[in-house]
Structures are given as C-alpha cells and as structure tokens.
Nanobody, 120 residues
C-alpha cells in the first residue's frame, strides 16, 4: 500500500490550501480515509475522516466549518480543502487509510506527510 500527499506549503493566515492524497496498492473504495496532523512537540491528531463511500464525514471542533474532506473513488484520491487557515493549523499533515473487519482494525496505512505552514 502506498499513500502520497501533496499540496502543502506556506500560506498566510486566512488563506486556503487544498491537500491531495493519491492511494495505490489496495482497494481504495473499501477503506475509510482520514487526514491527521502533527505539530512540533505535539501528538498526531485527527482532523477529518470520510467513510469508504464518501457518505459520511467527521471533523473535530478545531477545524469544523473550515476544513472539508472529500474523495474520488474512481481516481483513488482523497482531498482536504482547508479554508480560513490559522497559525495554529501549522503542522505536518498525514493521509491515512483504515479498514475494519468485524469491528477490528485490519489495515492501517500512512503517507509520509506534507508540511503546512501558516504564517505572515
């Protein structure tokens, strides 16, 4: 399995970025996809999740209303649209794929991450 993130960079507060994650090596439309982020000295935390069909999404309060996760199962890609970015959104953003079988985690794949820096 392979996940490759792209789209990170430097943006001013209030700006927008769109992250992309290209998946390969597994049956993409059978996996829930998520974006996590990790700021320096902090734990990796969830920022968005989308179900395998794209029918349901989840966001923590910290990004709700500003970030939107979407997926294209025909193209094996998941996206994270980030608007109204804040300095505290600065982190390495990771793409994640998970598959559960009978309630148990069976597969858990991670990308290498892409840096997002929000600063003047």
């Amino acid at each position: 399995a392979h996940l490759v993130e792209s789209g990170g960079g430097l943006v001013q507060p209030g700006g927008s970025l769109r992250l992309s994650c290209e998946a390969s090596g597994f049956t993409f439309d059978r996996y829930a996809m998520s974006w996590f982020r990790q700021a320096p000295g902090k734990e990796r935390v969830l920022v968005a999740t989308i179900t395998s069909t794209g029918g349901s999404t989840f966001y923590p309060d910290s990004v709700k209303g500003r970030f939107t996760i979407s997926r294209d199962n025909a193209d094996n890609r998941v996206y994270l649209q980030m608007n109204s970015l804040k300095v505290e959104d600065t982190a390495i953003y990771y793409c994640n794929a998970k598959k559960h079988v009978r309630g148990n985690l069976k597969d858990d794949y991670w990308g290498q991450g892409t840096q997002v820096t929000v600063a003047f």
